[in-house]
C-alpha cells in the first residue's frame, strides 16, 4: 500500500475517467478503488472486490 502514496501512485493503478479523484488497483481480477488525501497520507477504499462487482 506505500506505492499508493507516491506520486503519481505505483503498482498497476489508473485514475479512473469521470471520476473525480478515484483510482483503481488491480490485483489479478479484483479490484481496489480507493481515493489518496495526499496531505493527510490517507487512503480511503471505496470498494474491494471481482471485477464486474465493484464497477
Do not use: C, S, W
Amino acid at each position: 500500500m506505500q506505492g499508493l502514496l507516491a506520486i503519481p501512485p505505483q503498482g498497476d493503478i489508473k485514475k479512473l475517467k469521470g471520476q473525480d479523484g478515484l483510482y483503481r488497483m488491480r490485483i489479478g481480477t479484483y479490484r481496489v478503488l480507493f481515493r489518496i488525501d495526499h496531505d493527510e497520507r490517507i487512503i480511503y477504499i471505496e470498494a474491494i472486490g471481482n471485477r464486474g462487482d465493484v464497477y
